[in-house]
């Protein structure tokens, strides 16, 4: 039969409450449509009729009503047997003290990990489940935040407000833009996870930002004042006098500000010596010479 409790969940009439609880899970999770979101409405109608049989198989007294043909399969009394169903109905809710759930929380809960409650109309509800999203920001968008567009899968978009600061990898969540939920229940989440795009001069470490600078021989020796780009545009830096390559300094406050924070991380710039392409006869000659009066030994070993 089309309408028979037992062939919907595909189980004997002799089955135990198990073998029935058993068929209804993987039917769930087979037919759920927030599971199985682009299967159309052909399976969600699926799994309405198996919950509907769920209902009536999973309550011994429905159970007992529906095996002696005084409801049909959709729990509605017959009309031959209206007053016998009627009346053992009220029965067993005076016994039972009120409307039980006879397991779909539970199912419920297993499926969607604890987002399943039983509803005061006799059914269920199910919040909807989270939707997962990746975001390619650039570099500069994450330091300084940033508006993005957002399509989601149903085709509507909304403008997502990417926060100041928000770091590689974070996840942001927009609360009730996820799966709707079943049974009248909120919808889930959307959840955007950021991806930031390498930039060609900037590194992040925390909240500051790391760079590098060349600069000539002759800076490095005698000291010197040169500009140099931050992620607000490029300041003055001020080279010692005798800097050694690899050397950090630091630009106060030119780093990112994250969390709400009251400062700003720093830019640490690293120090490149670099050597004219061509080293001339004069710039020999003078280290030759130098070298000959000053022994000097960085600690090479």
Known sequence: MADDPYATLGVPKGASEDDIRRAFRKLAKELHPDLNPKNGTSTEERF?????AYQILSDPE?????????????????RDAFRNYARGARAGAGAAGGYEDHGFADIFSEIFGGRAQGSARGGFTVRGGDVRYTLDVDFIEAVRGATKRVTLPGGSALDLAVPAGVADNQVLRLKGKGARGLGGAEAGDALVEIRIRPHPQFKREEDDILSEIPITIDEA????????ATIDGRVQLTIP????????LRLKGKGVKSGGKAEAGDQLVTVRIVLPDVVDDSLAYFF??????????PGRK
């Open 48 to 52: 309405k009729k198996v919950s509907s």
């Open 288 to 297: 030759s010479t130098w070298r000959q009066k000053n022994r000097y030994d």
């Open 62 to 78: 429905k159970r007992r009503a529906f095996d002696r043909g005084e409801i049909d399969a959709r729990g509605e009394p017959r």
């Open 241 to 248: 006098k005798g800097t050694s390559s690899g050397r950090v």
């Open 221 to 228: 020796v005698l000291g010197a004042k040169v500009e140099v």
